[in-house]
């Protein structure tokens, strides 16, 4: 299938469409992960598709710096990376389902509105949280700043 010419203003339209509907499901798969009373099925699935619409967005961003040129997201992209590390961990056992750790009980594990990665000894490094989504919140605030421009 040929690739269409899409002009620069019509790519940032989409875009800036594309990051406010991710940004949305972020929103509403948050507020499922911080329901009660669930089953562990429910809560695995919501914070499942969490980390699926957290990664649109990031990709979205990605997108937004290296098919527009617009360098100017890659600070808030790295902001991301330096609070969730091992975001991208995450999402390459998630979409390439290559769980689960073979550290058990150690590795990566599901605790309802996070991912926590639990490491000898009992410490636990949390992979992605949803009570904590500022640097998510400025990266999709950016997003719509640069490309609404």
Known sequence: ?????????????YYLAAANFWFEVVQLQKARCQQEEKSGVESRADLSFYVVAVQRLLEVARMTRDRLGIREIGQAIDEFDARWPKFRELRNLEEHILGPSLNS???FTYFGDFVGDLL??????YVIDVR???VIDRLHEKLCH???E
Do not use: K, Y
Not at 1 to 13: L, V
């Open 1 to 13: 299938m040929p690739r269409r010419n899409i002009s620069r203003s019509d790519r940032a339209r």
């Open 105 to 107: 009980p150690m590795g």
């Open 120 to 125: 000898p000894g009992g410490a636990v490094d």
């Open 132 to 134: 904590d989504t500022r």
């Open 146 to 148: 640069l490309l609404a």
